[in-house]
């Protein structure tokens, strides 16, 4: 029995509670921070924009690899498999980001490939030969 393929809208919506909980915190723990170390630094965009991408990166690349579901997958019962059934790896978590980011800044377009593509695969599942499927 075929796996039933977890599509764009809900894909998006455990988009969304992970970036509630990623923005959160951000926050928490640059206030965090600017009270320990009393630095003008905290206050940079540069310094905001890279602090939140190691967070990112780390969040998602960890919970891949280690279980193929990030909190808001969890939620929304959904679940990050590779397409033959072989163990997802750190490089395979690497390129899944790396191509997701790229689909990202290309306004998108790759994230919404999900909506278009027969196998609801998004770029970054596409190069990572992963699907995200619905688990009960």
Known sequence: MEE???GFILRVTALTIDEIILVSATFILI???KWVINEEITHSLLFII?????LDY????????FGGQTP???LMKTKLVKMNGSRFTYKDSFIR??????GV??????YFWIAWNKNKQ???DITAKTYVIRVQ
């Not at 980001?97 to 790229?102: F, I």
């Not at 800044?105 to 790759?110: E, F, M, S, T």
């Open 4 to 6: 039933k393929k977890a």
């Open 31 to 33: 206030q965090f921070i």
């Open 50 to 54: 890279l602090f939140y991408e190691l």
């Open 58 to 65: 780390n969040y998602y690349t960890l919970f891949w690899v």
């Open 72 to 74: 808001g997958k969890m």
């Open 97 to 102: 980001y790396w191509t997701w980011m790229v």
């Open 105 to 110: 800044a290309l306004l998108g377009v790759g």
């Open 122 to 124: 998004g770029w970054n």
